[in-house]
């Protein structure tokens, strides 16, 4: 039963635009026709929506960003690079096509990709949207779709387009890496194998991209990843894309040196290769992770909320430039593209997002109009959900589910198969959450212990899906936002995905902390008890059979809402589970 004993009450008007995550029934982003302007002339706007993680099997638009230069396609409408040639003039249809202009494509992750990041402070971008600064002569396609590895991306309209309209004479920019790693069957690929075993990153490389690419005429570069942002200016190991093996409920997932992998399919297949990790890393290393914030995107205006793998249009404009700067090394024909003495971008073209808009709390007075209150416990959903398209319940659930049990499901699962999620809703990601969730206000100088039992119904084994209990200083009524501005502990699971599932969580300061590694972890048809206690000098999170977390979860969460804490159940990303034997006691 539930028992409750003596409970009180911007899009951003910027510059042209790769391992994050957004869910898995996202359409690809719509394809936006840009003209590529001269450097030095004025910097054009043109951004398109962005399918992040997992979005890899699930896009069908025909996407994609073109750009064409200035001064080679004329004043025609270049909103396709096949009506750059003007043959009105009664010219021959061979000398329409000797006068087509090159085609640059770009494919990759969200390193590379666009975004529309309406409601970021620093909104993020991809390297692929900053080449035009430093190309010539040619119409850059950007084809890069964030959260795909070098094996999902074959499952992508992006991809198809590729392969239709390559043609002679065109140049490929491949850049994979960030989600090759994921230990995630539909996405990783081994770095150890060679180029001729299945499943290694260069036989993908190789097979689906440099292959078809010469076959058309085309002339492939390789690109290896960029690092992500280290706090503690640590490059060797996962955010220099260095891995460790990884056992996990989908397999076993042999860690290794994706950089390196990927400069031997260059050397194997004699194909250039621009080391964007070496580059990179030195840079990070040098400046520190302080030196390099301000090429990184930010959700608000919060330190805390700054995204360590994607860069903002500084960043992308670096990399770009690092990307023309180890070009003018190889022999890549591609090199005749470049501008004369390109030159490293200022920092002063990064700018706040006009449309940003500080966000300020203010306590929910009302109940959601979608989820009906059960008892003392309100239903909402909240955070970075993608859209409000996807606030409903098709893709969440909150209910009463029989007598005192409530269910709580984010996503959409596959009928008859408890472990795949056919939609993925709401995350646990590193700067940002979205979840569904049963809470209730509580005065914040009350101490008190939550405690239920929970069945797990569908579960997705992915890094971001979590459920369980949670108190937080700050609660939103059915809203979609990335800039949530508060702290919670959390008594539940998380990187589920991984060799090592976090046992209890919290978010600290903006910070996601880890509660430890879980000895024991659990799958659909388990039931579970969990619990979280508040005393005065903090809270400890209990999740199932694993030890109590108290260790780093020592904060009043007092931060945002002085007056209250919002206490109460919930689930993100890919979980369905039901709550019973719920109870709030309160202690002295």
């Given at each position: 039963?539930?028992?409750?004993?003596?409970?009180?009450?911007?899009?951003?008007?910027t510059?042209?635009?790769?391992?994050?995550?957004?869910?898995?029934?996202?359409?690809?982003?719509?394809?936006?026709?840009?003209?590529?302007?001269?450097?030095?002339?004025?910097?054009?706007?043109?951004?398109?929506?962005?399918?992040?993680?997992?979005?890899?099997?699930?896009?069908?638009?025909?996407?994609?960003?073109?750009?064409?230069?200035?001064?080679?396609?004329?004043?025609?409408?270049?909103?396709?690079?096949?009506?750059?040639?003007?043959?009105?003039?009664?010219?021959?249809?061979?000398?329409?096509?000797?006068?087509?202009?090159?085609?640059?494509?770009?494919?990759?992750?969200?390193?590379?990709?666009?975004?529309?990041?309406?409601?970021?402070?620093?909104?993020?971008?991809?390297?692929?949207?900053q080449?035009?600064?430093?190309f010539?002569?040619?119409?850059?396609?950007?084809?890069?779709?964030?959260?795909?590895?070098?094996?999902?991306?074959?499952?992508?309209?992006?991809?198809?387009?590729?392969?239709?309209?390559?043609?002679?004479?065109?140049?490929?920019?491949?850049?994979?890496?960030?989600?090759?790693?994921?230990?995630?069957?539909?996405?990783y690929?081994?770095?150890?194998?060679?180029?001729?075993?299945?499943?290694?990153?260069?036989?993908?490389?190789?097979?689906?991209?440099?292959r078809?690419?010469?076959?058309?005429?085309?002339?492939?570069?390789?690109?290896?990843?960029?690092?992500?942002?280290?706090?503690?200016?640590?490059?060797?190991?996962?955010?220099?894309?260095?891995?460790?093996?990884?056992?996990?409920?989908?397999?076993?997932?042999?860690?290794?040196?994706?950089?390196?992998?990927?400069?031997?399919?260059?050397?194997a297949?004699?194909?250039?290769v621009?080391?964007?990790t070496?580059r990179t890393?030195?840079?990070?290393?040098?400046?520190?992770?302080?030196?390099?914030?301000?090429?990184?995107?930010?959700?608000?205006?919060?330190?805390?909320?700054?995204?360590?793998?994607?860069?903002?249009?500084?960043?992308?404009?670096?990399?770009?430039?690092?990307?023309?700067?180890?070009?003018?090394?190889?022999?890549?024909p591609?090199?005749?593209?470049?501008?004369?003495?390109?030159?490293?971008?200022?920092?002063?073209?990064?700018?706040?997002?006009?449309?940003?808009?500080?966000?300020?709390?203010?306590?929910?007075?009302s109940?959601?109009?979608?989820?009906?209150?059960?008892?003392?416990?309100?239903?909402?959903?909240?955070?970075?959900?993608?859209?409000?398209?996807?606030?409903?319940?098709?893709?969440?659930?909150?209910?009463?589910?029989?007598?005192?049990?409530?269910?709580?499901?984010?996503?959409?699962?596959?009928?008859?198969?408890?472990?795949?999620?056919?939609d993925r809703?709401g995350?646990?990601?590193?700067?940002?959450?979205?979840?569904?969730?049963?809470?209730?206000?509580?005065?914040?100088?009350?101490?008190?212990v939550l405690?239920?039992?929970?069945?797990?119904?569908?579960?997705?084994?992915?890094?971001?899906?979590?459920?369980?209990l949670?108190?937080?200083?700050?609660?939103?009524?059915?809203?979609?936002?990335?800039?949530?501005?508060?702290d919670?502990?959390?008594?539940?699971?998380?990187?589920?995905?991984?060799?090592?599932?976090?046992n209890?969580?919290?978010?600290?300061?903006?910070?996601?902390?880890?509660?430890?590694i879980a000895?024991?972890?659990?799958?659909?048809?388990?039931?579970?008890?969990?619990?979280?206690?508040?005393?005065?000098?903090?809270?400890?999170?209990?999740?199932?059979?694993?030890?109590?977390?108290?260790?780093?979860?020592?904060?009043?969460?007092?931060?945002?809402?002085?007056?209250?804490?919002?206490a109460?159940?919930?689930?993100?990303?890919?979980?369905?589970?039901?709550?019973?034997?719920?109870?709030?006691?309160?202690?002295?």
């Amino acid at each position: 039963m539930i028992m409750n004993t003596h409970c009180k009450p911007l899009k951003f008007l910027t510059f042209l635009f790769f391992c994050a995550s957004v869910p898995a029934f996202l359409s690809s982003p719509a394809h936006a026709s840009q003209e590529t302007v001269s450097e030095g002339t004025q910097e054009a706007a043109n951004t398109t929506g962005h399918a992040a993680e997992s979005t890899a099997g699930n896009s069908t638009a025909d996407t994609g960003s073109h750009y064409a230069d200035e001064n080679t396609a004329g004043t025609g409408d270049s909103s396709s690079y096949g009506d750059i040639a003007d043959t009105n003039d009664g010219s021959s249809q061979n000398t329409a096509a000797d006068s087509r202009i090159p085609v640059l494509w770009v494919i990759g992750d969200s390193t590379a990709a666009e975004f529309d990041d309406t409601a970021y402070y620093y909104p993020r971008y991809g390297w692929g949207t900053q080449l035009y600064r430093y190309f010539q002569g040619v119409t850059i396609e950007n084809l890069a779709v964030s959260g795909t590895s070098s094996q999902s991306y074959l499952q992508t309209a992006q991809y198809q387009r590729l392969l239709q309209e390559m043609q002679s004479g065109d140049f490929l920019l491949i850049g994979f890496g960030h989600n090759d790693e994921r230990p995630e069957s539909l996405r990783y690929t081994n770095p150890n194998t060679s180029i001729s075993t299945p499943g290694s990153i260069q036989n993908y490389l190789y097979e689906y991209y440099i292959r078809p690419a010469q076959e058309a005429g085309v002339s492939p570069v390789l690109c290896t990843p960029i690092v992500r942002r280290d706090l503690g200016n640590n490059y060797t190991g996962a955010s220099g894309h260095i891995t460790t093996s990884q056992n996990t409920v989908q397999g076993i997932f042999e860690g290794g040196d994706y950089a390196k992998a990927i400069q031997k399919a260059g050397v194997a297949k004699s194909i250039p290769v621009l080391d964007l990790t070496k580059r990179t890393r030195e840079i990070y290393k040098q400046l520190g992770a302080q030196g390099v914030k301000n090429r990184h995107a930010h959700s608000s205006s919060r330190e805390a909320s700054i995204d360590n793998t994607h860069t903002n249009l500084y960043g992308a404009a670096c990399n770009a430039w690092l990307i023309a700067d180890e070009l003018s090394k190889t022999t890549s024909p591609l090199k005749n593209h470049l501008v004369d003495n390109p030159e490293q971008p200022d920092p002063s073209i990064l700018t706040i997002n006009p449309l940003y808009q500080e966000r300020f709390f203010n306590r929910p007075e009302s109940e959601s109009a979608q989820w009906a209150t059960v008892g003392d416990w309100k239903g909402t959903v909240f955070g970075d959900i993608d859209a409000y398209e996807y606030l409903n319940n098709v893709y969440f659930n909150l209910s009463p589910y029989g007598d005192g049990v409530l269910w709580i499901k984010a996503g959409r699962f596959k009928e008859n198969d408890s472990s795949a999620a056919e939609d993925r809703v709401g995350k646990i990601s590193a700067s940002t959450d979205g979840i569904a969730m049963y809470y209730q206000a509580i005065p914040a100088d009350r101490n008190f212990v939550l405690s239920a039992d929970v069945t797990i119904y569908h579960l997705d084994p992915n890094n971001q899906a979590s459920f369980g209990l949670m108190v937080r200083d700050d609660i939103y009524l059915d809203t979609v936002t990335s800039d949530t501005l508060g702290d919670y502990v959390a008594a539940g699971p998380l990187m589920l995905g991984s060799d090592q599932p976090w046992n209890c969580f919290a978010r600290k300061s903006g910070i996601l902390t880890s509660g430890g590694i879980a000895d024991h972890t659990y799958k659909p048809g388990d039931t579970l008890h969990m619990e979280i206690r508040k005393s005065s000098d903090g809270y400890t999170c209990t999740f199932g059979d694993n030890s109590p977390v108290s260790a780093g979860f020592d904060f009043p969460l007092t931060a945002i809402d002085s007056e209250y804490v919002y206490a109460g159940m919930f689930a993100a990303r890919s979980a369905d589970v039901t709550f019973q034997n719920i109870r709030l006691q309160f202690t002295e």
